[in-house]
């Protein structure tokens, strides 16, 4: 007879078998026929399947929590308090910046580095929306484009963004095409500002994990549990 522990881990293992499969059909009828089944119905099928409740390999099984929101508002609060006294302003106000898009909108963090200038879009909606050029597609299919409305005071955080940091990195600053995340590095031949990378950035949200959420520190703190957070 199997013991309790082999038999938890073939639950677990049938479980994550049998939302794959739901999830691949959902992918389907989205990519085929969600246009024909919303002239017919009036329904907009969607993915019930989240990514988070999609796990495989080492996650299969394990309980992933995000931190509180005590422990994020904490985090964010003391982070954004400490910016005005940072040894280098800019690098602190836009790490702070990228990682308050994890949590307020759920973005990548490669979603979030290759945002320009002209992908948000206050004309849009009640709050204004960013646009994602390059978002995760599915099975290889390439990039895939979205909308995110700037919920959860995005909308405040991208104008104070704009309106008080952005111009002091360069004067790309009203350049559509400019990163809207940029690196201290200018390129003179293009004109506008290097793109940050993803280690900088993840480097950033370390370093004020540290300092502010101890608890979290080590690693636990990512983006993509920001992300799962949102």
Same mark, same amino acid.
Request: aromatic residues 10%; without cysteine; charged residues 25%.
């Given at each position: 007879f199997p013991t309790r522990r082999s038999s938890?881990?073939?639950? @677990?293992?049938?479980?994550?078998?049998?939302?794959?499969?739901?999830?691949? &059909?959902?992918?389907f009828v989205v990519a085929r026929y969600q246009g024909?089944?919303?002239?017919?119905?009036?329904?907009? @099928?969607?993915?019930?399947?989240?990514? &988070? %409740?999609?796990?495989?390999?080492?996650?299969?099984?394990? @309980?992933?929590?995000?931190?509180?929101?005590?422990?994020?508002?904490?985090? &964010?609060?003391?982070?954004?308090?400490?910016?005005?006294?940072?040894? !280098?302003?800019?690098?602190?106000?836009?790490?702070? =910046?990228?990682?308050?898009?994890?949590?307020?909108?759920g973005l990548r963090i490669t979603e979030t580095v290759m945002l320009d200038i002209r992908d948000w879009r206050p004309d849009l909606g009640? =709050?204004? !929306?960013?646009?994602?050029? =390059?978002?995760?597609?599915?099975?290889?299919?390439?990039? !895939?484009?979205?909308? @995110?409305?700037?919920? %959860?005071?995005?909308? !405040?955080?991208?104008?104070?963004?704009?309106?008080?940091?952005?111009?002091?990195f360069g004067p790309d600053w009203d350049d559509p095409d400019a990163p809207m995340i940029p690196s201290e590095r200018f390129d003179h031949e293009l004109g506008r500002s290097w793109r940050a990378s993803d280690d900088v950035l993840r480097r950033g949200l370390a370093r004020a994990t540290e300092r502010f959420l101890p608890a979290w520190a080590g690693g636990r703190m990512t983006p993509h549990v920001l992300r799962h957070y949102c």
């Open positions: 938890d881990l073939h639950a @677990v293992s049938t479980r994550a078998g049998k939302a794959g499969a739901l999830a691949l &059909f959902y992918e024909q089944i919303h002239r017919m119905t009036g329904v907009v @099928v969607e993915q019930p399947i989240d990514e &988070f %409740n999609r796990q495989s390999g080492a996650s299969l099984g394990k @309980v992933r929590v995000p931190p509180s929101d005590a422990e994020v508002d904490g985090l &964010f609060a003391s982070w954004r308090g400490s910016i005005p006294e940072a040894r !280098k302003y800019l690098p602190a106000a836009r790490d702070y =910046f990228a990682a308050a898009l994890w949590r307020r909108l009640g =709050f204004g !929306k960013l646009h994602v050029r =390059f978002g995760k597609g599915s099975r290889g299919r390439g990039s !895939k484009q979205r909308l @995110v409305p700037a919920i %959860n005071g995005a909308d !405040k955080l991208i104008d104070w963004w704009l309106g008080d940091v952005r111009h002091r």
